[in-house]
């Protein structure tokens, strides 16, 4: 079975675009999680989608957004991108119980300049 | 509220040395406890999970971590450390929405 996969890897911005990362699930799993990675603040939850509704969000700013489509793939936006915003975009899926396990793509790294 | 805690963020081993990752973890309901591996610019790699069904919870590539309620704890540990085995740990616990909750991780460095 294929793993997670996200797309792209490597992302090179400009503060004050706006990027659209994008993440495809392990066949069968109806959940996708976000989180964000950086050296200060480690590993921090970005949101949830299950059935392509927001189940669950972290504590980011407005400007973090996302959608899930009817095959799960889900894809996350990030709009007046900031210097701090540089950080590895991890995606992980689920077949969406609150207890089963979640698989981690190999993120996108997002640097802002 | 959930929140986990490892102590050390660096550790360093020699091959063939026992390693011990340490993880604290705080719940207000039976926690799910996850231990996972990254890689340099990799994603996160699951090495193991504890649901409650044994305290002893094995997992890949010769990793175990024994959950200790009184302690609050769920150590990762191996009996013998691989140079393959460089890789940045993190222990995480999952909430009761299932959104997971990582500790700061710890870096793992194997000395020859």
């Known amino acids: 079975k294929a793993g997670v996969t996200q797309t792209p890897r490597y992302l090179i911005k400009t503060r004050g675009q706006q990027v659209t990362l994008s993440c495809s699930p392990i066949?069968?799993?109806?959940?996708v999680s976000w989180y964000q990675q950086t050296p200060g603040q480690g590993l921090q939850f970005l949101f949830e989608?299950?059935?392509?509704?927001?189940?669950n969000k972290g504590n980011f700013p407005g400007r973090f957004s996302g959608r899930q489509f009817s095959n799960s793939r889900s894809e996350m936006n990030v709009s007046t991108l900031e210097l701090g915003d540089s950080a590895l975009y991890l995606c992980?899926?689920?077949?969406?119980?609150?207890?089963?396990?979640?698989?981690f793509g190999p993120g996108t790294r997002l640097t802002v300049l | 509220a959930q929140s986990v805690t490892q102590l050390g963020s660096h550790v360093s081993v020699s091959e063939g040395a026992l390693v011990l990752l340490r993880c604290n973890y705080s719940?207000?309901?039976?926690?799910?406890l996850f231990w996972y591996v990254q890689y340099p610019n990799q994603g996160l790699q699951l090495l193991l999970k504890y649901t409650s069904a044994a305290t002893l919870v094995k997992g890949i590539n010769g990793f175990e971590a024994e959950f200790k309620k009184s302690e609050t704890s769920f150590h990762l540990t191996k009996p013998s450390a691989h140079m393959s085995d460089a890789a940045e740990y993190f222990c995480a616990v999952s909430d009761p929405g299932g959104k997971l909750i990582f500790g700061q991780g710890t870096e793992l460095s194997v000395k020859p």
């Open positions: 989608y299950f059935s392509e509704t927001q189940r």
């Open positions: 992980a899926s689920s077949l969406g119980e609150a207890t089963d396990t979640q698989y």
């Open positions: 719940s207000s309901v039976p926690p799910y």
């Open positions: 066949s069968g799993h109806r959940s």
